[in-house]
């Protein structure tokens, strides 16, 4: 089962940890991490290998091809 995602001009495809996912053209990180369900929640965003601060989640667009890492953090002890 191939992994890749063809992409109209309206979508950009993107792997979100090792997922192929297509999202609306024109979608912030922000957009994405809400439609996951992780809005709110601590956690650190890497697109192809740099870490992208919250504070610019919602200004960084998403761009076909990229690959982004969502690491969420669990407390305990």
Known sequence: ???DITSSPAEV???VNGVA?????GSSLRDLIEALGFAGRPI???V??????RAALA???L???????IVTF????
């Open 1 to 3: 089962m191939s992994s």
């Open 13 to 15: 495809a993107v792997t």
């Open 21 to 25: 996912r297509a999202l609306a053209a």
């Open 44 to 46: 650190a965003v890497e």
């Open 48 to 53: 192809d290998g740099d870490v992208v601060p």
């Open 59 to 61: 200004n960084r667009t």
């Open 63 to 69: 761009v076909g091809g990229e690959r982004i890492e």
């Open 74 to 77: 669990v407390g305990g002890g």
